[in-house]
């Protein structure tokens, strides 16, 4: 057509037209490129279109997990110990970081953070390593984040998003009940009991958060989701919801354990020790503190290096729970024990008076009273409680070590209680057999002497002796002590117990520990008793002090009290319950190296925590006359110790 | 305008015409819906009032008898001359290319430098028949008329739009009456311009560009990136496409510079092997319909100026698709009637017109 057209059409003066051949050589040029095209086309779409087509969605779809939020820790009363709020943090995805030092510097603006060291934190990553987000920071301020947001688009390549994290509601309360929690590390994600933790996945490290980490974890959520060029979210394909992570209602008293925490920290310095508060009917742990405390918030979002190592070389062990850990001699509150063994064993007549000299006598060796000049004629209420060494020198070596040995088993000591914590310790209760084994010595009869006022070789802990002192409340059941009222699903709808007190029998005559009981009364309630710092008003409380040696009495001959350095003073203890007649509460305070005897430094302490407890729960009818009349009636031989009126000061 | 003129009016090419710059337009409104720089809105109207701008200027390059040109032609040829060199006084920089006039109206002189050599060559070509040129010395005298422009544009450090100029010159070249042994004098000559262009012209990102091409895999996230996003969008195309606005790679704006460079690569994209298939049968159709005018036209003038016409929208269109495709180095330069962008447009306006004026006026003598 075209060359009938031109030959035609050729006219005078045109004929320097070009010939058809040649503009047909430019048509043919012109048609293979495009055969080229579309081959090319055709190799792409149809023979590679699959493989890119799949390339092109790895470049837009991306699988984020969705974390779930951890548990809440609530007390007894579903007060907030431990939450999850949301934090925003900002994070950098280097391979779509574009004029990365002009970011980086207006990155650092908005942070108010050095632009180098935000560069320097994400690096030059390779491989796969490029596309991983880089965290800048992981709890932004309201300001940074409407900062960043504010300039998003100019910053390719940076994302914020939002992420539950821990949050404590008190500063320090119940901190190493509570626990900590950090980042996984490598031996942890070895042992792969769970698979679904990673690298960066946070768990419980210690305390409650360690010991149910399954539970309060929840359950991981995942979304698919088409991100554009700068990792933007424009689309969601699909998404699981992650279930949130369960809820711990604790058997702790949030009030119990704020004032209990006070006490040791209203003094002139904090003071260090702890105190367990069991209610004796079922062995639920009421309140437990140790101190000092750190505070928990230290750890979500990584403790720093310098952070931790200051807590783990203060050489005042903060991040120690010395509520289960710490080991004491359990002092004077062991003669509570001594005087249940000698009473069931026939040997003692709490009603016969015995004669203290201020010393005892056993072979070449003297020993001393606390009291110098002696408490004098003294039966078992007097002994307990005046705290007379001298009556119980007398009764233990009677005994013999192993007999003691025997009944402060039945109390628990000796053993861990099996509260379900890490890091429990056992105490120690010494016996002849222990002494052979252990130290490949024979048992002499001096340490039977020192073994009978909870001196010597004695060990307990906290725990122990609160439980022990709930056997004396509740009349001879050993409960295992536990914090754990109940585990429930995040929405309430499934309960469990699994704590629900378990307890056995100490296996003594309930005549026996009642008859003790009077004398722990009267050791509180008593105008002369070393207890009488404990009472509450309207409440009849019983207990034992207790003052225990951290070294032996030569190393701190004539330095008077003020002048023996901190190391070296004693423990105070105080041990107790109330109200007497139908106890509720019992508990052990342990002030570590206070200076002071129990009935100074630790009675105090636990005073405040009884007022406390029976603000909360008051004990019926006329308060003074109550505790008066039942005090009378209950305490039976001891009764003349406890005048009405003085009963409540 | 005669009367004659108006009966040979050449409404095939029209349609063609039109057919393209409308799926040009469906294209760019999808490229721009994902978000481009200047605003998604703002980029499809700017490009419909191109249009129609380009209609006007198209009706205005037709109304007035293109043997005028011929005339004028030196005059044409050194006023764009004069504007190229303007645009290395006070261009604006670019792209690292100084060849923009005016920062925010954003004049490209080297786009309507190449239709004033074509109407340049075509007055040279008239009176000195490519039929009787059979000697390379012969040459010399278009080739120093197209080095004036082409150097110029060098000078502006605009590679792309450089080689592109010289290969609409070299449109000419198949008709020329040359043995085959001067034919490799010229690949030698060819082969040594470009040997010292790698060494003295090119850029050390341009040379970047050309290695990414040979070997694309070498760093994918870099320099390399535009070329494997585009093969990616065209491969993922599929036999029918994602459809209009609905691929992945465009939508998400994974391609670079869509709406203007890799406008081809939406197309690909969206409307698969068929839709883009359709779309360059059409574009060939246009560009033998312009050889066709050529052939027909009884003016030597008329004959010269619609081959180089056809130069001036095949060599782009070829070298955008072929990169597009993957099948030459990442050069910044648009295809005709699709890619965003006034100049680019206009001079393919101020083309289309000229051939269709050639066309109208084949009767006239």
Not at chain 1, 30 to 47: C, E, P, S, T, Y
Not at chain 1, 223 to 245: C, F, H, L, S, T
Not at chain 2, 133 to 162: F, K, N, T
Request: charged share 20%; glycine share 10%.
């Amino acid at each position: 057509m075209i060359g009938k057209v031109a030959a035609e059409s050729r006219l005078p003066g045109a004929d320097e037209a070009p010939s058809e051949l040649r503009i047909g050589l430019i048509a043919l040029i012109m048609l293979a490129a495009f055969a080229i095209f579309v081959v090319r086309l055709f190799q792409l779409q149809i023979v590679e279109g699959a493989d890119l087509a799949s390339r092109s969605e790895r470049n837009s779809i991306r699988t984020l997990r969705l974390e779930a939020p951890r548990g809440d820790i609530v007390d007894r009363e579903g007060r907030l110990l431990a939450t999850t709020r949301p934090a925003f943090r900002v994070r950098v995805i280097p391979s779509e970081v574009r004029s990365s030092e002009r970011a980086y510097r207006v990155l650092g603006e908005l942070l108010d953070r050095d632009g180098d060291e935000l560069a320097e934190k994400v690096g030059v990553p390779v491989g796969r390593r490029r596309f991983q987000p880089v965290a800048l920071e992981t709890d932004l301020s309201y300001l940074q984040l409407a900062r960043v947001e504010s300039h998003r688009y100019a910053l390719p390549g940076v994302v914020t998003d939002m992420t539950p994290r821990r949050h404590y509601e008190g500063e320090r309360t119940a901190a190493h009940l509570l626990g900590t929690i950090g980042e996984i590390d490598a031996e942890e994600l070895a042992r792969d009991a769970v698979p679904s933790y990673r690298a960066g996945d946070v768990v419980g490290k210690s305390g409650l958060e360690h010991r149910h980490e399954a539970h309060l974890r929840g359950k991981l959520g995942g979304r698919n989701i088409v991100v554009d060029v700068a990792g933007q979210e424009i689309e969601v394909i699909d998404e699981v919801d992650p279930v949130p992570g369960g809820r711990i209602v604790l058997t702790i008293d949030l009030d119990l354990q704020r004032v209990a925490e006070e006490a040791f920290r209203a003094e002139e310095f904090s003071l260090r020790g702890a105190l367990v508060a069991i209610d004796p009917r079922n062995g639920e742990v009421l309140a437990m503190v140790s101190e000092p405390a750190y505070d928990p918030n230290l750890f979500p979002g990584g403790v720093g290096s310098e952070t931790w190592n200051d807590l783990v070389s203060d050489e005042s062990r903060p991040l120690r729970n010395r509520a289960i850990s710490g080991q004491y001699p359990p002092g004077s509150t062991y003669k509570a024990v001594v005087a249940v063994a000698g009473i069931a064993e026939g040997i003692l007549d709490p009603e016969e008076k015995v004669f203290c000299p201020g010393e005892y006598r056993l072979g070449r060796r003297t020993y001393r009273c606390w009291k110098r000049g002696g408490h004098g004629e003294v039966n078992l209420d007097q002994a307990v409680l005046g705290s007379c060494d001298v009556y119980f020198y007398k009764l233990g070596v009677e005994l013999g070590v192993d007999k003691i040995g025997e009944y402060a088993r039945k109390f628990g000591f000796g053993s861990p209680t099996g509260i379900d914590f890490q890091g429990e310790m056992p105490g120690l209760v010494p016996s002849r057999e222990w002494k052979e084994r252990a130290r490949g010595e024979r048992w002499l009869k001096g340490e039977t002497v020192s073994a009978s006022i909870g001196q010597g070789f004695n060990l307990a802990t906290p725990i122990q002796l609160a439980q022990a002192f709930a056997t004396f409340a509740n009349g001879g059941t050993v409960y295992r002590p536990h914090v754990i009222k109940s585990i429930e699903s995040w929405d309430g709808s499934a309960k469990r117990y699994p704590e629900r007190s378990a307890s056995l029998s100490a296996g003594i005559d309930p005549d026996v520990i009642r008859r003790v009981r009077q004398s722990l009364i009267a050791t509180v309630q008593d105008p002369d008793g070393t207890g009488a710092r404990a009472r509450v008003e309207g409440v009849l409380v019983a207990g034992k002090t207790g003052t225990s040696q951290v070294v032996g009495l030569e190393q701190i001959k004539g330095l008077e009290d003020e002048d023996i350095p901190i190391r070296y003073r004693d423990h105070a203890l105080f041990v107790g319950f109330a109200p007497a007649e139908a106890p509720e509460i019992a508990l052990a305070v342990v002030v570590e190296h206070a200076g002071k005897g129990g009935g100074a430094a630790a009675a105090p302490i636990a005073q405040k925590v009884l007022a406390k407890y029976f603000e909360k729960h008051p004990v019926e009818g006329s308060p003074v006359l109550t505790a008066s009349r039942r005090g009378g009636i209950d305490t039976g031989h001891g009764a003349e110790t406890i005048a009405p009126g003085e009963a409540a000061p | 305008m005669d009367r004659r003129s108006i009966q040979n009016f050449d409404w095939v090419f029209v349609l063609l015409i039109a057919v393209l710059l409308t799926f040009g337009l469906i294209n760019l409104m999808s490229a721009a819906a994902a978000g481009v720089e200047g605003g998604t809105s703002n980029v499809v109207r700017r490009h419909m009032m191109v249009i129609g701008l380009a209609i006007f200027v198209m009706g205005l390059t037709t109304s007035v008898d293109y043997r005028h040109a011929e005339r004028f032609a030196p005059v044409i040829f050194v006023g764009s001359l004069f504007l190229l060199g303007l645009t290395l006084v006070v261009g604006v920089v670019t792209r690292g290319a100084q060849a923009w006039l005016f920062s925010g109206g954003s004049i490209q002189p080297s786009e309507f430098a190449k239709v004033a050599l074509v109407v340049m060559l075509a007055r040279y070509f008239h009176r000195n028949p490519p039929s009787t040129i059979r000697q390379l010395r012969q040459l010399i005298v278009p080739l120093m008329i197209a080095a004036l422009p082409i150097g110029l544009i060098l000078l502006q450090r605009d590679m792309g739009v450089a080689l592109l100029t010289l290969l609409v010159a070299l449109t000419y070249l198949p008709l020329l009456s040359i043995p085959l042994r001067a034919w490799a004098g010229i690949a030698v000559l060819a082969a040594a311009g470009l040997a010292a262009l790698w060494s003295f012209g090119l850029k050390v990102y341009q040379q970047q560009r050309i290695l990414d091409f040979l070997d694309p895999g070498r760093d994918p996230l870099s320099s390399g990136y535009q070329a494997m996003q585009s093969r990616i969008a065209v491969g993922s195309g599929g036999l029918l496409g994602a459809g209009w606005q609905e691929g992945t790679q465009t939508q998400l704006r994974f391609l670079p510079t869509q709406h203007t460079d890799f406008v081809f690569s939406v197309l690909a994209e969206e409307w698969g092997f068929v839709g883009s298939t359709v779309v360059l049968a059409f574009f060939f159709a246009l560009l033998l319909w312009g050889l066709w005018i050529a052939q027909s036209s009884k003016d030597g003038f008329g004959a010269m100026l619609a081959v180089g016409l056809v130069g001036t929208l095949f060599w782009p269109a070829t070298i955008n698709i072929a990169m597009v495709l993957g099948l030459a180095p990442v050069i910044g330069v648009p295809l005709p009637l699709f890619s965003y962008g006034g100049s680019a447009l206009m001079s393919a306006a101020i083309a289309l017109g000229l051939l269709l004026n050639v066309s109208m006026r084949r009767y006239v003598f």
